[in-house]
């Protein structure tokens, strides 16, 4: 009997099963929080969370990865329903997803890596900076206004309003700030023997605590009773909209910026462990299905979300058990327990969201930027982040990758980047013996990316690989991280890299990359 329950039960349970119930405990107040932000119900967050948990965790391409409504879309989700309704959101997420389905049968899942990474943080820093200005209002249960600056002028009005007591406004700064004290603080000292028990789930049930024993009037969260009862089609009206030129920029705009940050949450989910690596292309695709599931059952869009997916890894999961499990304790949550959620005040999920606004601002990843590839990268960074800020997130991407163009354009004249394969002998052990060769030549930028991705990913594993460099003119930051990621996994499994020739600074840099020692 034993014998054939171990047949049936897979041995990687005992580490999916805990791991997707700490990710459950993660996902909940975030999919309601970002619904919230986005200007939709809560459950439109949760039926996204449910989806992108069961359906994509079961297709995706990257099995660690965590699916869900994410907090760089809720910016854009929010503008859009301010100013063609909300019953215009699903058909344009349908589109959207059936973009990402062509894009992955399309194979062009490994061109997303390609966008600079100082365009990408910028634009997750300029979002992170909407969320916190929107979020601060919400703090005071008052309405976010239009647009970023809107909201930016809005806040000495919204203190006075605080001083002036109108409304419970009071109240629901108590609970907010309660929450993001207690969020930051449980994660800074709680003991090791509770690691794993989340600092956003922490913080929402001490300002859902301070709200009820206050007995404080604040704003509450509306859910349905019956959760399927949220699960509506789009109309015919509503489809029949997607020939507008607004609903063909949005969901193109969706597709983009959700794949983008899926496949960058992807690749930063494979530097947290030994397991496959990401199936990039097979992941865009199980984000298209998700995406157009979510369009027909009025969820939000979504993405792979980096901090999910970081609990779901620390937690120990071993497969797409533990993805696919945390969708079914959310689902089972909304059957069982809808009544528990209506105690949470939407103060207190502001809080957890200008904590998470914050930390995408990530003024350390400027630092990072500035101090290792210069003042011209950093500055594209700001740029982009300024400009997502002042005008829309569209328009701060393009500023973005155009400067990214405009920097490269001068090394590209250099000649484009050449590589070619071969062996080169060198001494291991005492002995002589041949190692792989990757011979680069020309200028390496993200405009070739996937090209130097492919050849690094073909060199064989568990042996020791040679990066030949003295006839490489250039490399930027973009195929410097990359060769870093490559490099690390190399590393883990006891294959060295060696860099060899380039000139001091060029060669200094792409060793520094391969966690390798230059040489002559």
């Keep these: 009997?034993?014998?054939?329950?171990?047949?049936?039960?897979?041995?990687?349970?005992?580490?999916?099963?805990?791991?997707?119930?700490?990710?459950?405990?993660?996902?909940?107040?975030?999919?309601?929080?970002?619904?919230?932000?986005?200007?939709?119900?809560?459950?439109?967050?949760?039926?996204?969370?449910?989806i992108g948990g069961v359906v994509v965790?079961?297709?995706?391409?990257?099995?660690?990865?965590?699916?869900?409504?994410?907090?760089?879309?809720?910016?854009?989700?929010?503008e859009f329903v301010r100013t063609h309704g909300i019953d215009a959101l699903g058909p344009v997420l349908v589109a959207a997803g059936a973009i990402q389905l062509l894009a992955g049968f399309l194979r062009v899942g490994g061109w997303f890596r390609a966008i600079s990474p100082a365009v990408v943080h910028g634009m997750l820093a300029g979002i992170g900076v909407l969320i916190v200005l929107a979020q601060i209002h919400v703090l005071t249960d008052a309405l976010p206004k239009a647009s970023g600056l809107d909201n930016l002028v809005a806040i000495p009005a919204a203190f006075f309003n605080f001083v002036s007591g109108?409304?419970?406004?009071?109240?629901?700064?108590?609970?907010?700030?309660?929450?993001?004290?207690?969020?930051?603080?449980?994660e800074k000292i709680r003991p090791a023997r509770l690691k794993l028990l989340p600092g956003a789930l922490v913080g929402v049930v001490s300002g859902t605590l301070v709200a009820v024993v206050g007995d404080l009037a604040v704003k509450r969260v509306e859910v349905p009773e019956n959760i399927l009862s949220?699960?509506?089609?789009?109309?015919?009206?509503?489809?029949?909209?997607?020939?507008?030129?607004?609903?063909?920029?949005?969901?193109?705009?969706?597709?983009?910026?959700?794949?983008?940050?899926?496949?960058?949450?992807?690749?930063?989910?494979?530097?947290?462990?030994?397991?496959?690596?990401?199936?990039?292309?097979?992941?865009?695709?199980?984000?298209?299905?998700?995406?157009v599931l979510c369009g027909l059952a009025g969820?939000?869009?979504?993405?792979?979300?980096i901090v999910r997916s970081s609990a779901n890894v620390q937690a120990g999961a071993a497969t797409r058990a533990s993805t696919i499990l945390h969708g079914s304790w959310i689902l089972a949550f909304l059957l069982v327990l809808p009544m528990v959620l209506k105690l949470v005040p939407t103060a207190a999920l502001a809080g957890i969201l200008v904590v998470t606004g914050w930390r995408l601002v990530s003024p350390a990843h400027a630092r990072h930027l500035l101090q290792r590839y210069g003042i011209a990268t950093a500055a594209i960074w700001l740029v982009t982040l300024v400009m997502v800020v002042a005008t829309d997130?569209?328009?701060?991407?393009?500023?973005?990758?155009?400067?990214?163009?405009?920097?490269?354009?001068?090394?590209?004249?250099?000649?484009?980047?050449?590589?070619?394969?071969?062996?080169?002998?060198?001494?291991?052990?005492?002995?002589?013996q041949a190692v792989p060769e990757l011979r680069l030549s020309g200028s390496a930028t993200f405009l070739q990316l996937p090209h130097l991705n492919e050849a690094l990913e073909r060199t064989p594993e568990g042996s020791p690989v040679r990066l030949a460099a003295q006839d490489l003119h250039h490399v930027d930051h973009t195929c410097l991280e990359m060769i870093q990621e490559w490099a690390a996994r190399r590393a883990k499994a006891g294959a060295r890299v060696e860099v060899v020739g380039g000139g001091g600074g060029l060669r200094n840099s792409l060793a520094m990359a391969a966690h390798a020692a230059p040489k002559d």
């Design 57 to 78: 965790g079961f297709l995706a391409g990257a099995p660690l990865q965590v699916s869900g409504p994410a907090a760089g879309l809720a910016v854009i989700v929010f």
């Design 1 to 50: 009997m034993r014998a054939s329950l171990s047949r049936l039960i897979p041995p990687t349970l005992a580490r999916d099963l805990p791991a997707s119930f700490v990710v459950f405990l993660v996902a909940m107040p975030l999919c309601m929080g970002i619904a919230i932000a986005s200007g939709v119900p809560a459950e439109r967050g949760l039926i996204t969370g449910v």
């Design 166 to 186: 109108e409304g419970n406004r009071f109240g629901a700064i108590v609970v907010g700030l309660a929450t993001i004290v207690t969020m930051i603080g449980w």
């Design 230 to 291: 949220a699960v509506a089609l789009p109309g015919a009206g509503d489809w029949s909209r997607l020939t507008e030129p607004a609903m063909i920029v949005m969901a193109i705009t969706l597709a983009v910026v959700a794949s983008a940050e899926s496949l960058l949450s992807a690749a930063a989910v494979d530097r947290m462990h030994d397991g496959p690596r990401t199936q990039y292309n097979r992941e865009l695709g199980a984000q298209g299905v998700g995406n």
């Design 299 to 305: 969820g939000l869009p979504m993405t792979g979300v």
């Design 393 to 432: 997130l569209l328009t701060g991407v393009l500023i973005g990758l155009a400067l990214s163009l405009v920097q490269v354009v001068p090394h590209l004249l250099k000649g484009r980047l050449k590589i070619e394969g071969g062996a080169a002998q060198t001494v291991q052990g005492g002995t002589l």
